[in-house]
């Protein structure tokens, strides 16, 4: 078994260096994924990278959750996977951990280069609140 804190380690040092530029990230053409089950949907874009010679993939979905005996909720979550050249799923993070929704955020940010877009726009010098 790999531990809990090993993966939360090792998705804080995938957020650090793709914030540092050290990770690119693309959006997958392929717009399914293997790894889906039951009524889970995808939202948004799926994510790829290469990172420490693994393929890596990440993106949000969402699932009917049940809360009670005849009431379901959509909820969101996210998944972080080691792929194949192929594009299969190898091996899938746990969901639950709540650094993927931070790099998530990352990947985001800096495919769009809003990090850039704040910083030119609003210099760190310009406003004192």
């Given at each position: 078994?790999?531990?809990?804190?090993?993966?939360?380690?090792?998705?804080?040092?995938?957020?650090?260096?793709?914030?540092?530029?050290?990770?690119?990230?693309?959006?997958?053409?392929?717009?399914?994924?293997?790894?889906?089950?039951?009524?889970?949907?995808?939202?948004?874009?799926?994510?790829?990278?290469?990172?420490?010679?693994?393929?890596?993939?990440?993106?949000?979905?969402s699932e009917p959750t049940q809360v009670d005996d005849?009431?379901?909720?959509?909820?969101?979550?996210?998944?972080?996977?080691?792929?194949?050249?192929?594009?299969?799923?190898?091996?899938?993070?746990p969901f639950y951990l709540r650094e993927l929704a931070?790099?998530?955020?990352?990947?985001?940010?800096?495919?769009?280069?809003?990090?850039?877009?704040?910083?030119?726009?609003?210099?760190?010098?310009t406003f004192d609140f």
């Amino acid at each position: 078994m790999i531990s809990e804190n090993k993966i939360s380690k090792y998705i804080a040092l995938l957020i650090s260096e793709t914030k540092e530029n050290k990770v690119k990230w693309d959006i997958s053409s392929p717009k399914t994924v293997d790894s889906l089950e039951g009524e889970q949907n995808i939202i948004g874009k799926i994510y790829i990278t290469e990172f420490k010679e693994k393929f890596i993939r990440l993106y949000k979905y969402s699932e009917p959750t049940q809360v009670d005996d005849f009431e379901y909720i959509i909820k969101s979550f996210f998944k972080l996977e080691f792929t194949d050249e192929f594009d299969r799923n190898v091996w899938t993070f746990p969901f639950y951990l709540r650094e993927l929704a931070d790099l998530h955020e990352t990947v985001i940010i800096k495919l769009n280069e809003l990090d850039k877009y704040f910083n030119d726009l609003i210099p760190d010098d310009t406003f004192d609140f």
